[in-house]
């Protein structure tokens, strides 16, 4: 079973704005210590965490970022 952690940079105003998309960078870990850059776009950050976890198989944690 997957576990995933999240570690953002937090954008305060995006919770005000949340019904505006935005693209996120997300760094995705695996259990075996690997590391793969994804790009998301999404509402929020647990929204790209979630997405970019979809999308590595074996995903451990995501590191997000975003840009305004």
Do not use: C, R
Not at 6 to 21: G, I, P, R, T
Not at 22 to 42: M, N, P, R
């Amino acid at each position: 079973m997957t576990h995933i952690s999240q570690f953002a940079v937090k954008d305060f105003d995006a919770y005000e704005n949340s019904n505006e998309l935005k693209e996120y960078q997300v760094e995705v870990i695996t259990f075996d210590g690997e590391s793969e850059t994804v790009y998301v776009e999404a509402y929020n950050e647990d929204e790209a965490s979630n997405k970019a976890a979809a999308q590595v198989g074996n995903a451990d944690y995501t590191m997000v970022y975003s840009y305004n």
